[in-house]
């Protein structure tokens, strides 16, 4: 094999991952394992498609390597391939918001209150959170917030809220937060708390983004 093929080859299999990753659903797909396992069905939930569509965009990542999966009786659950796959969905978005006008002006417009976007830097954050200057609440569903949450942080699920409004402070700001920058379930926290009267803000990280940035996250039940 010659030096021309041999490169040929390299760029040829470093491809399969471009490829792998180049549907928005499939790209989803990893945002939404990086929270944890999940099931087809539940995955297809999440996407709004039929499972038959999700099975087959889960059979291009589990070709590139970026998902492994096992059965449990009737059940098929994916994961990660590893945790530099989490790493790829946050870099590819971040080049994206860098360069991609269209994207930045999509995200100015799901922020709807700039106002209510936590200001601080995330090692400020967490340092106030460790002296309990502020209230992190992680609002994903809690098999996510078990799989990985940021330090402090107590899991209280956008349903849960308003029958657990006694177990928030009301003398410290809240900060919630989800999924990442594409995640909507830190906004209705948001908006519902701050209707009770609640301080609030969201910030737009989520545990992949917390790992990106060599910070720790913590594993468990609140």
């Known amino acids: 094999m010659n030096k021309r093929m041999i490169k040929d080859l390299l760029y040829e299999q470093v491809a399969r991952i ?4 180049s549907s928005p659903k499939r790209l989803e797909l990893l945002e939404l394992l990086a929270q944890g396992e999940k099931t087809v069905e539940s ?7 039929d499972i038959k569509l999700t099975s087959a965009h889960l059979k291009v990542l589990k070709e590139a390597r970026l998902v492994t999966f096992r059965r449990e009786g009737k059940y098929i659950i994916y994961q990660l391939a590893g945790s530099d796959v989490a790493g790829l ?12 006008l269209e994207l930045k002006m999509a995200l100015g417009q799901m ?9 601080v830097g995330r090692e400020v954050l967490l340092e106030q959170a460790r002296r309990g200057e502020v209230f992190v609440i992680d609002v994903r569903p809690p098999t996510e917030y078990e799989t990985a949450h940021l330090p402090f942080a107590r899991s209280m699920p956008v349903a849960e809220i308003e029958q657990r409004l006694a177990e928030l402070p009301s003398d410290v700001e809240i900060v919630a937060y989800c999924r990442g920058p594409f995640c909507l379930l830190s906004d209705e926290a948001v908006a519902l708390l701050a209707a009770k009267g609640y301080r609030v803000r969201k910030i737009l990280d989520g545990v992949s983004e917390w790992l990106a940035a060599g910070l720790p996250v913590e594993q468990g039940k609140s």
């Open 18 to 21: 471009g490829k792998a990753v």
């Open 43 to 49: 995955l297809a939930s999440e996407l709004s498609a």
């Open 89 to 100: 969905w946050v870099s590819l978005r971040q080049v994206a918001e860098e360069h991609l």
């Open 111 to 119: 922020v709807a209150d700039p106002a209510k976007l936590s200001a």
